[in-house]
């Protein structure tokens, strides 16, 4: 998604007067992190009115008697002069025609590279990229993997309530680094048996090597898996 410098140096200037926060996703492409609707509402009013000024006035009273307090926010219309549905009325755009964004309680930025970490899971079974070493810092996984893999390791070392995230540290680099895989595959969840619990594992793996646990997850379950290291 292409952004001319003028849009952007406009965009800076509305965001400037909220809460909101610029910054880059894993790809180097601006992302915009935002705190509330009220706010994506005054940022898509404003951009329209600077950007697309005769558009905005055409349709300015349109929106307001429509939505009201929550006009630009969703930025389309309903049934009104013949338009179809949901139709966004010429010459208006939406924020995200120029730049991807997110709020603040499903994305977060690296405290070490500045970029978007995404936070919440985007379905069953997805692992977002990131960790909070030394009970503070949050870190995407490229800055993990990068500059902390020891540390992040180390902190699961042993630990029967912090597995090893795999989409920060692969299987094959836990290999290459001496882990081994147990076979085991243990569960637990809402079905009868998945009863298994890692500090079990912990115990019976753990008496004279070192353990590791990496996991999977499901809608009602999660399986993990044992590593040793002599």
């Not at 939505?67 to 009104?80: K, S, V």
């Not at 692992?127 to 503070?136: F, G, M, S, T, V």
């Not at 379950?221 to 044992?226: A, G, K, L, R, S």
Request: glycine share 6%; charged share 30%; aromatic share 12%.
């Amino acid at each position: 998604m292409t952004m001319s410098s003028r849009t952007r140096e406009i965009l800076e200037l509305i965001i400037s007067n909220t809460n909101a926060t610029l910054t880059t996703d894993e790809n180097d492409e601006p992302f915009l992190i935002l705190t509330s609707w009220n706010e994506l509402t005054y940022i898509q009013k404003e951009l329209n009115k600077q950007l697309n000024p005769k558009a905005y006035y055409k349709w300015v009273i349109t929106y307001y008697n429509e939505y009201g307090n929550d006009a630009f926010q969703e930025m389309r219309l309903g049934i009104l002069h013949g338009s179809p549905p949901y139709e966004i009325p010429e010459g208006l755009i939406k924020l995200s025609d120029i730049i991807e964004f997110g709020f603040d309680d499903e994305y977060s930025t690296c405290n070490e590279c500045g970029k978007v970490i995404k936070t919440s899971i985007s379905y069953y079974g997805d692992k977002p990229r990131y960790a909070i070493l030394n009970e503070c810092e949050i870190l995407c996984g490229d800055c993990i993997a990068g500059n902390y893999e020891e540390e992040y390791i180390n902190e699961r070392i042993n630990n029967a309530k912090n597995a090893i995230n795999t989409a920060i540290i692969s299987e094959d680099r836990l290999k290459e680094l001496g882990w081994k895989k147990m076979k085991t595959r243990f569960e637990n969840g809402l079905h009868k048996g998945q009863d298994d619990k890692p500090s079990d594992a912990l115990k019976k793996f753990g008496k004279h090597r070192d353990v590791l646990f990496t996991y999977e997850t499901g809608q009602f379950d999660i399986n993990f898996w044992v590593w040793v290291k002599k």
